[in-house]
């Protein structure tokens, strides 16, 4: 053991093994850059004897020059790009995976925060890791050197003193954090020497390892909770010095985040940015080796020092933006005042922007973990999610000057010698034209690729042509060039000649004018009825290029023209002397076409509208319509309206209203208006409206919307001024004010819309050009030409946009082509909205940008991974990585521009059928997030949200259902009740009615009876939307999706799980949680079925012989089973055969499966096909429908004019004219072209109904409904004679029998009638349809036909989803909703479709939702929608689908199945050797915690109970006694893990009778047992047998996330309460600050538990004193504490909920519901129980029945749960009667008379002997519930029961 083996040769270069960084200095690196990190050790005792690193002696705190060097690479993304290992071809990194299942949500529950984190790592720092150095106690056995033993000696000592040093200073730190305000923490840090911000990071380090406190055992001890516990951490003491010293002081706020940003670009690109700073040239070398290898793992960000980087971020995100922020106007001062310091270079370089960069390059980096990308992506989310409020900094203008995004490719076209003057363009000759000052007219041939001159046209001025005009000099100003409406002319003017040009061969002509010409105008369009309704103009070749073409011209005397060119420059002139204005100057004409008004501005402010057809020979009016002169006019798209400005702040636009013109709209601005524009395209739809756009002096652009003239509209309609950009829309048929554009500071010069409306420019002083997106507002490019104002534009379809300046020769050629604009506009919009928020500087920020820009494709490919684990329910929501993605592209409005067909303002009421599929998820989160939010603030809902066919038309009803101010939350929550409570008041047309005949033998009629031949009603069937009738079976579909099942069960065809028959309606508990749309079910064979649901799922159970079934194999399903084969395809239409199945997709698919005998499959062979597979003779074919009969199939398309028919031909039941079997579909021709609007098959016949009403029948003879005459052409379809003359709206066959309905509600029947199924009465054969009379006046609406039985009922058909209802109108308000009784039936009915529609997007999007409950407390803007929900404002008005159906459907995806009961636990009762037994409830929780939370999610009994030395055998009943027991061992003295409320033992207020849980029991053993008290309420959720507990709402808040206020307290300790109202309000109590310690009996800051003991609020609060001064502070800690205390026991809890149930989706249910879930109905209602019996061996008419129930109706309650827990073994019933899995059974069993009555509680069986009156039936039944709670002994099962079990279970 030489010193050459502990010292390293100074030479050596070492590379770290944590990050991979080259190093002479090992351990100084380390000390560095891995904080907290062990050092490296040499020898056996290194730490004791080794070399001493000079790193320890050396500050901690890099100098400026080294960060500044190190942060300057960040800026090249380049250099980014492969570090984070991405490339061009790799955009974006992959998805962020799912580590593992997860259907109940658990992990959600489980996550830790980073300072959990921290206190578990402190508390595992002795923990044995791998390469860890051996204790000093083996270090020390190995020296023997005496030298070596000194050496080591005071180096202990030294460490030793060090190591106390920092105890006491986290003591200090401890007590400072909790004690005081900022300011006095900020004072103490000073006076401890720790006000540099390295010194306490480098501490945060250390204790992160374990290594900055002696021990850290005492952190569990003491009855603190989990908050306490963070008060007791040491990291949140550090946390709290480090937010004190960056709020103070700027220089460390700026340190604290250089150090965040550069720890993450490290973490995100795999390497130490340290070694940059490295002088050491063989350090540089060994770098670049590593930039060039292979990328190995990145380390250290698995490490600890990214977990401090993690929570100093976390601290940036909380506290840091807003002091940033207002810190930033002295920031300049501040600048220069430390210019000689420091810190002046990372000033200007470290923020909000750097920081969002970092975060940002974490989550591009393909070298970080899952986990960090997310968290980083999570904190970005959080940075930009302050609302904008807080940003007092807003930007002047948008205009890109600084380069953020990417620029445009120009083009100057140079060719001019003077000044150009304007430029325009022309659609049909596709040339651009430019005019200049130099006298020439350049034609340009602009293509995507070039731009070249095509010719020159010179301006013509010559004396030769008789002009009386100056002579020509350098500069020529002419008019603004414009080409005729043709392409064929163009004409420009100077002084008194107008030059006219032929584009085709040069060919011009001068035309001289009496006086100087001010304007010329083509008519916009050459004939108004050739223009295009979408605004564009003719083509080429619908022109006559011979056609004459006029051109209106002004002059400054007031004189008006006509001039006619035809061709070759044939010039005829009218002057229109009606027109003349003497002396008063044209200023601008507008003409939209010859058979169109035209319109001319005069300088004295009017406004001459005139006819060239009329103006020979009428006046033409004028009006006047601005003081100052008339500066621009333009007509619209249409030529309806004219749009005027003037040197004024408004502009008007005018209509001809009737024969006078008017300006119907009065547009006012805040500056004065420069120019104006029409958008080329007018908008349709209900709502028909004009865009336009006017540029003001002052720099803004402002964006209209006005209805079209052939609108209504009002006369005289003027808007208000506009006052910010928050103004709100104006009602339809008004002008509507869109955006206000902020991008020029100075006047604006030109605005032009291009051609497809979606994109704008604005041009104004200085050459500044701004290319503004309509869909947002946005900039998508800014231009600076420089060479004075932009004085003309024009778009280019397809190209760009051209544009001149004044000081200018050039044209400037923009490639804003469309394809460039999408590519752009989510980068542009991006930076509008990042810059609303004061963030700026994006050119700066390149990993921002790119993630930005690459959002989209983030959000696309993470949805698409993700879906189908979720959809699958192996993931019970979105991970937060893709939560994080959707909120970040909401908070920005990108879900506005992800459309396949973006639309523009004045088109978003075409909104829906433009919506991208790919993004309608994304749509509907964020209508939901905005819906949400404008519920909770009572604010006006978005225009996204719409409620399909809302019913309201009381215009006087101040109760408008879509005004939230008006309806408060209580209106709402109590009309979500009533509609939850009693359904049937909103039914359509009030309650149904369900008639029912035929054969009943297996319970298939329910109520109806056994048998019935004519149609009987069944009430039980009231609530209903669809009944389908088959193989002695029947299924009932409810509005909610819900599907019920009754009648035979074999071959497990009711989908219960069993193969028993059923006599009542049963809820088929698999499908519960999924809103079924569709259901079929087959009518003969063994009887299997299919159903549909909302989200795409398609089931099937039953009998699966043939592979019918379609999972693969011929196995029988007893409970529905999702067909996985089908998952991916969008299915709306399922057929069930005798022997196959068939399905269609909404693209037009058939797919079909099962046996393929007689080719009914439609397969080219007859195999059977186990699976779906599609029919590939119909791939050409998009089909509509399809149906399945005994061995054939009927198919027809989507438009019903093409039938095919293959399989079996007997009987000739294809239709085809044969009766051969047919493999492949054959068209069926008499009915093609028919328009087939429904087909049905029957065993041996089909039926098939056409649109016009008419029903074709073929095949069986005696079942085709058709006379003897008839029937021999039975093999082809026919008209039945019968119903000709009847409207037919539906068919329906059975196996034998059809049903048809009528549009007037009768129902006709023919067939076979053995069992009465056609419901005439007999049982007889019929041919032909006949009425059936017992139906006729019922409204019938709806029928179903089965094997042997029928159905007709009244509801109305839907398609579609169940939800939206069609909702009637309730005949009263119920007296329990007091806030509804002053409101009209109308108003409410409208406002529950409006909540409904609300509680039908939040279903869609819940998924979506940040339900974990570490994150709830994060209020944001981008997340309030979410927020408003998850922290209990909006619970109450969501309604069932939401807060029931996602939680029965995962507890239905993670049921055990095939199994009756889980694994056994035993109980011992019954006390041995005279030794007490401990309670049930800790006998079986340390028994069940350690068990597999999957072996216990099962249907019925989670475990199997044993009881030691009893005789009981657990067939269900001895587990319901136990949980029973364990019940009232909770609320006794046996267990301390509730207490009552304070208010109990005071006696005062509420909640007297309620329990809390004990914020005392805190141990290990505690919160077990507090686990297991999850478990317990987990299972009876999932098994539907409540427990009986009494706790207060308080509690059930906190389980649900719910926070807790004051008055929560005030509700369960009322005196409490007051004492501290008492001690806060001292104004009228004459207590004062020389009394306050006399008269208030508190002495220091100690409060009061729940449990009635002292505790101190605070770490070390006993030795704070209570003052007058500090009253208020005591208080606000004391509500702190008290609202806190039982979180450790609440998170308990929750964790064992969420081994059994998804706890997550408990943020969705308010505390009642979450009550009633877990407890069920306090009372024991008899009518329920009357509902739910069954007889048997005794009629329901026997006297002893009726004195049974009179008995039970004179037990007071509590009698009626002792005789439920007698029967049963439970106490309470489960809320909702549909839950009860169990029948209760009544025997009369012959036992002597008047004796004790029995019961099996396994079997809710009650067994009663003959009693003599009803007197001794009620003596005895009470004498049997109270004396006789135990279960029967059973000798067989004692002598089983007789083991030694455990003896821990006893205590002496």
């Not at 810059?835 to 700066?844: A, D, E, M, P, S």
């Not at 109590?974 to 319970?1003: A, C, V």
């Not at 944001?1420 to 159906?1445: D, E, F, H, W």
């Not at 297991?1572 to 207060?1592: N, Q, S, V």
Request: charged share 20%.
């Amino acid at each position: 053991m030489g010193v050459e083996t502990r010292v390293a040769p100074e030479e050596e270069v070492a590379v770290c093994e944590i990050c991979d960084a080259p190093g002479l200095q090992f351990n100084q690196h380390v000390k560095k850059h891995h904080l907290g990190h062990e050092m490296r050790s040499e020898g056996p005792a290194p730490d004791l004897v080794g070399r001493t690193d000079p790193a320890s002696k050396e500050t901690w705190e890099p100098s400026e020059d080294e960060n500044a060097e190190q942060l300057a690479v960040l800026d090249n993304f380049q250099f980014l790009l492969e570090q984070l290992e991405l490339s061009e071809k790799k955009l974006v990194p992959d998805p962020v995976k799912f580590l593992e299942t997860d259907p109940l949500g658990a992990s959600a529950v489980h996550s830790n925060l980073p300072e959990e984190i921290f206190l578990q790592k402190g508390g595992s720092a002795d923990e044995k890791k791998p390469g860890h150095r051996p204790p000093l106690g083996e270090q020390a056995a190995c020296l023997i050197d005496t030298t070596e033993r000194m050496v080591a000696l005071r180096r202990i000592t030294v460490t030793a003193q060090i190591f106390l040093a920092r105890c006491i200073v986290m003591k200090a730190l401890s007590l400072v954090s909790v004690s005081g305000s900022i300011c006095n923490q900020s004072v103490c840090l000073q006076a401890f020497g720790l006000t540099n911000i390295y010194d306490l990071v480098r501490l945060m380090s250390l204790e992160a390892s374990g290594r900055a406190q002696l021990s850290v055992a005492d952190v569990n001890k003491g009855n603190f909770s989990l908050l306490n516990k963070t008060w007791l951490s040491p990291l949140t003491h550090l946390t709290s010095a480090i937010r004190c010293l960056a709020s103070k002081n700027f220089a460390s706020y700026k340190a604290l985040i250089g150090i965040c940003i550069q720890d993450l670009i490290v973490a995100a690109m795999g390497l130490n940015v340290g070694v940059f700073a490295n002088k050491c040239s063989q350090q540089r070398s060994h770098l670049l080796q590593f930039l060039q290898g292979p990328v190995k793992e990145h380390k250290a960000a698995n490490l600890l020092n990214f977990l401090v980087t993690r929570t100093l971020v976390a601290l940036l995100t909380e506290k840091g933006f807003k002091h940033w922020q207002s810190q930033e106007k002295g920031l300049e001062k501040l600048d220069v005042r430390a210019s000689s310091g420091t810190h002046s270079k990372a000033a200007a370089r470290v923020g909000i922007l750097e920081l969002l960069n970092a975060l940002a390059a974490c989550c591009l980096s393909r070298r970080l973990p899952y986990r960090h990308r997310q968290w980083a992506l999570q904190q970005l989310v959080h940075v930009l999610s302050v609302p904008e409020r807080e940003y007092p900094l807003r930007p002047q203008t948008f205009a890109d000057l600084a380069g953020d995004l990417h620029k445009c490719p120009t083009v100057k076209l140079e060719a001019h010698q003077n000044r150009v003057t304007s430029c325009c363009w022309n659609n049909i000759s596709a040339l651009l034209a430019t005019g200049s000052q130099d006298g020439t007219v350049r034609l340009w041939n602009v293509s995507k690729c070039s731009a070249a001159l095509e010719c020159t046209l010179n301006f013509q001025t010559s004396e030769t042509y008789g002009c009386n005009q100056d002579t020509r000099s350098e500069s020529l100003d002419m008019t603004p060039v414009l080409f005729s409406t043709s392409g064929i002319y163009l004409a420009a003017a100077h002084e008194k000649a107008i030059t006219f040009w032929m584009v085709k061969d040069t060919q011009s002509r001068v035309e001289c004018q009496p006086s100087w010409v001010t304007a010329i105008c083509w008519a916009d369009v050459i004939d108004a009825s050739n223009t295009p309704s979408t605004g564009t103009y003719a083509t080429a070749a619908s022109l006559d290029t011979n056609a004459s073409e006029s051109v209106l011209i002004g002059r400054l005397d007031g004189s008006l023209s006509f001039i006619r060119v035809t061709e070759n420059l044939c010039i005829d002139t009218i002057e229109l002397k009606c027109c003349y204005r003497k002396n008063v100057a044209v200023q601008c004409i507008a003409w939209h076409s010859e058979d169109k008004p035209f319109a001319v501005g005069y300088s004295d402010g009017r406004i001459l509208f005139g006819m060239k057809t009329f103006c020979e020979t009428s006046i033409p009016a004028t009006v006047c319509a601005f003081s100052e002169s008339v500066t621009s006019l333009k007509w619209d798209p249409t030529g309806q309206l004219l749009l005027s400005a003037s040197k004024a702040e408004v502009i008007k636009i005018w209509s001809k209203v009737g024969s006078i013109w008017m300006a119907v709209h009065s547009l006012f601005h805040t500056a004065f208006v420069n120019t104006v524009a029409w958008c080329p395209l007018p908008a349709g739809g209900s709502d028909p409206r004009l865009m336009l756009a006017a540029g003001c002096q002052n720099g803004l652009v402002y964006i209209w919307t006005v209805p079209r003239a052939d609108a209504s509209v009002s006369l005289s309609y003027f808007t208000h001024p506009v006052q910010s950009k928050e103004k709100k829309p104006q009602q339809s048929n008004s002008t509507k004010y869109h955006m206000r554009l902020s991008g020029h500071i100075t006047a604006v010069k030109t605005v032009s819309f291009s051609p497809d409306g979606l994109a704008l420019l604005s041009g104004g002083i200085g050459g500044l050009i701004n290319i503004w997106s309509l869909l947002d507002g946005s900039v998508l490019q800014t231009l600076v030409t420089g060479l004075g104002s932009v004085i003309s534009s024009v778009w280019i379809p397809g190209i760009g946009v051209a544009a001149c300046s004044g000081r200018s020769k050039d044209i400037l050629l923009i490639h804003c082509s469309p394809e460039w604009i999408s590519e752009n506009q989510i980068l542009a919009s991006c930076r509008s909205a990042l810059r609303t928020k004061g963030i700026i500087g994006l050119n700066k920020a390149p990993c921002l940008r790119v993630l930005l820009e690459r959002l989209p494709q983030l959000l696309k490919e993470q949805y698409e991974y993700e879906k189908p684990y979720v959809s699958c329910g192996d993931q019970l929501f979105h991970s937060a990585f893709l939560q994080s993605l959707t909120s970040l592209a909401v908070g920005l409005s990108l879900d506005q521009l992800l459309h396949d067909h973006p639309l523009q303002p004045h088109h978003k009421d075409q909104y829906s059928g433009f919506l991208s599929t790919d993004w309608v998820w994304l749509h509907n989160y964020s209508i939901t997030l905005k819906s949400a939010e404008a519920l909770a603030l009572r604010a006006p809902f978005p225009e996204t949200f719409n409620v399909p066919e809302l019913e309201f038309s009381q215009e006087s009803d101040p109760l408008k259902p879509l005004d939230n101010s008006k309806w408060s939350f209580l209106m709402d929550e109590q009309l979500i009740n009533w509609f939850t409570d009693r359904p049937e008041d909103w039914y359509m047309g009030g309650k149904r009615e369900f008639y029912l005949w035929g054969s009943g033998r297996h319970g298939q009629l329910a109520d109806a009876g056994t048998s019935a031949l004519t149609p009987t009603l069944a009430h039980s069937l009231s609530q209903a939307e669809k009944v389908v009738c088959g193989q002695n079976c029947t299924f009932l579909v409810q509005a909610s999706g819900t599907v019920l099942a009754f009648g035979e069960g074999s071959y497990g065809r009711l989908g219960q799980g069993n193969s028993d028959d059923l006599y009542s309606p049963t809820p088929v508990s698999a499908l519960q949680g999924y809103v079924v749309t569709h259901l079929v079910t087959s009518c003969g064979s063994d009887g299997h079925s299919l159903a549909l649901t909302e989200s795409g799922e398609v089931f099937s159970w039953g009998d699966g012989d043939y592979g019918k079934l379609g999972h693969g194999n011929n196995e029988r399903q007893r409970r529905p089973r999702q067909i996985e084969a089908l998952q991916g395809e969008e299915v709306i239409q399922l057929s069930c055969g005798f022997k196959h199945s068939a399905v269609v997709t909404a693209d037009g698919k058939l797919f079909t499966f099962g046996n393929g005998d007689y080719g009914r499959l439609g397969h080219p062979t007859t195999l059977n096909r186990l699976t779906p597979e599609r029919v590939t003779a119909l791939e050409s074919y998009h089909i509509g429908q399809v149906s399945c009969g005994l061995n054939h199939t009927l198919v027809a398309s989507s438009d019903g004019m093409i039938l095919w028919s293959f399989g079996h031909g007997d009987y000739g039941k294809l239709g085809i004219g044969s009766c051969s079997a047919k493999n492949y579909p054959q068209k069926v021709d008499v009915l093609c072209n028919k328009g087939v609007k429904k087909i049905a098959c029957g065993a041996q016949f089909s039926v098939a109904l056409t649109r016009d009403g008419q029903v074709y029948t073929f095949g069986q003879d005696q079942l085709i409904g058709l006379p003897e005459s008839m029937v021999k052409n039975h093999s082809l379809p026919q008209v039945v004679p019968v119903l000709e003359s009847v409207f037919i709206e539906d068919i329906a066959a059975g196996c034998e029998h059809t049903l048809a309905l009528s549009s007037t509600g009768d129902v006709y029947a023919w067939g076979c009638n053995g069992e009465g199924q056609l419901g005439l009465g007999h049982t007889n054969l019929v041919k032909e349809p006949m009425l059936v009379h017992a139906l006729q006046g019922k409204k019938i609406r709806q029928i179903s036909a089965g094997r042997s039985h029928s159905a007709a009922w009244t509801a109305p058909p839907t398609s579609g989803p169940p939800l939206p209802l069609p909702l009637g109108l309730p005949c009263f308000i119920p007296p329990q909703y007091n806030a509804l009784q002053d409101c009209s039936l109308e108003a409410l009915r409208s406002r529950l479709q409006v909540l409904l529609r609300f509680s039908d997007l939040t279903y869609k999007s819940w998924k979506l939702f940040s339900l974990n409950s570490g994150m709830q407390h994060t209020a944001s803007q981008n997340s309030a929608g979410t927020a408003a929900v998850i922290q209990g404002k909006l619970r109450g008005i969501l309604s069932a689908k939401v807060n029931t159906l996602p939680l029965v459907r995962s507890i239905g995806k993670t049921m055990v199945q095939g199994k009756t009961y889980g694994p056994q636990i035993t109980v011992r009762r019954i006390s041995n050797r005279g030794k007490t037994n401990k309670p049930i409830f800790i006998q079986v929780a340390k028994q069940v915690v350690h068990l597999n939370p999957s072996d216990l999610r099962l249907p019925s009994r989670a475990w199997k109970v044993k009881l030691i030395g009893e005789g009981a055998d657990d067939a269900g009943g001895v587990f319901d006694d136990t949980i029973t027991e364990m019940c009232q061992e909770l609320e006794s003295s046996a267990l301390d893990l509730l207490i009552p409320t304070p208010n109990s033992i005071a006696e005062v207020g509420s909640n007297r009778d309620r329990f809390l849980l004990n914020p005392s029991a805190c141990s290990e053993d505690h919160l077990l047992q507090y686990r297991f008290l999850g478990i317990l309420m987990g299972i009876a959720i999932r098994t539907k047998k409540p427990l009986e507990l009494h706790l207060a709402a308080w509690v059930w808040k906190q389980l649900c996330c719910i926070p807790l206020t004051l008055q929560d307290l005030e509700d369960v300790d009322l005196l409490y309460v007051r004492n501290l109202q008492g001690i806060l309000n001292l104004e009228n109590s004459g207590i004062t600050e020389k009394n306050f310690t006399v008269m208030i009996p508190l002495e220091s800051f100690v409060g009061q538990s729940a449990g009635g003991k002292p505790v101190p609020i605070i770490p070390g609060g006993n030795s704070i004193p209570l003052t007058y001064a500090n009253r208020k502070d005591y208080v606000e800690r004391t509500i702190e504490y008290r609202l806190h205390e039982m979180d450790q026991q609440v998170l308990a809890v929750r964790e064992g909920m969420s081994s059994i149930v998804p706890v997550p989706l408990l943020s969705l249910m308010t505390d009642r519901h979450l009550e009633q879930l877990v407890c069920g109905m306090p009372e024991v209602p008899v009518e329920l129980l009357k509902r739910m019996v069954r007889y048997r061996d005794i009629e329901e008419s026997c006297q002893l029945v009726s004195w049974f129930w009179q008995t039970l109706q004179e037990f007071c309650n509590e009698e009626r749960v002792l005789f439920l827990r007698f029967i049963s073994g439970r106490s309470r019933l489960p809320a909702q009667a549909t839950d009860l899995t169990q029948k209760f059974q009544i025997i009369k069993v012959d036992k002597p008379i008047n004796g004790l009555p029995t019961a099996q509680t396994c079997f809710f069986q009650l067994r009663l002997p003959p009693y003599t009156s009803q007197s001794v039936m009620a003596e005895r039944l009470r004498y049997a519930i109270n004396n006789c709670p135990c279960i029967d002994m059973d000798n067989y099962m004692l002598s089983r029961n007789t083991d030694a079990g455990d003896e821990s279970d006893t205590e002496h």
